[in-house]
């Protein structure tokens, strides 16, 4: 459950360097949810991560406008952000998942 717990540290750092404190001390308060083995807390913890990832997504966009008009290289900085945005997506599939990579538990016969 470390991917999606760095996943929403990341998004904190991004809200608060945008300014936005209460979305980053709502970013750092959904990593307890890490801990919560509970339906749903990871559907929660999914339903976050994938709103990040659109806002992953958005910044990308926002970014690329700016420097395209400014006549500014811009290739590097999508890859950067579309590499985030992909973790992201990763850590909200991984999410609530059972460790160890089982979906469901084995019954013997």
Known sequence: MLLPALALLL????????GQ????????????LVFVPR???????RAALALGSIEWLRT?????????LA?????????I??????????AAWLAGR??????SPRRSV
């Open 81 to 90: 952000l579309g590499a985030v945005a992909a973790f992201t997506v990763v």
């Open 98 to 103: 059972p460790a160890g990579g089982s979906r």
């Open 39 to 45: 339906p749903w807390a990871a559907l929660l913890l």
């Open 11 to 18: 998004l904190a750092a991004h809200f608060l360097r945008g």
């Open 71 to 79: 006549g500014q290289p811009y290739t590097r900085m999508l890859l």
């Open 21 to 32: 404190l209460p979305l980053a001390a709502i970013s750092c308060g959904l990593i307890a």
């Open 60 to 68: 990308a966009w926002v970014l690329f406008e700016k420097r395209a």
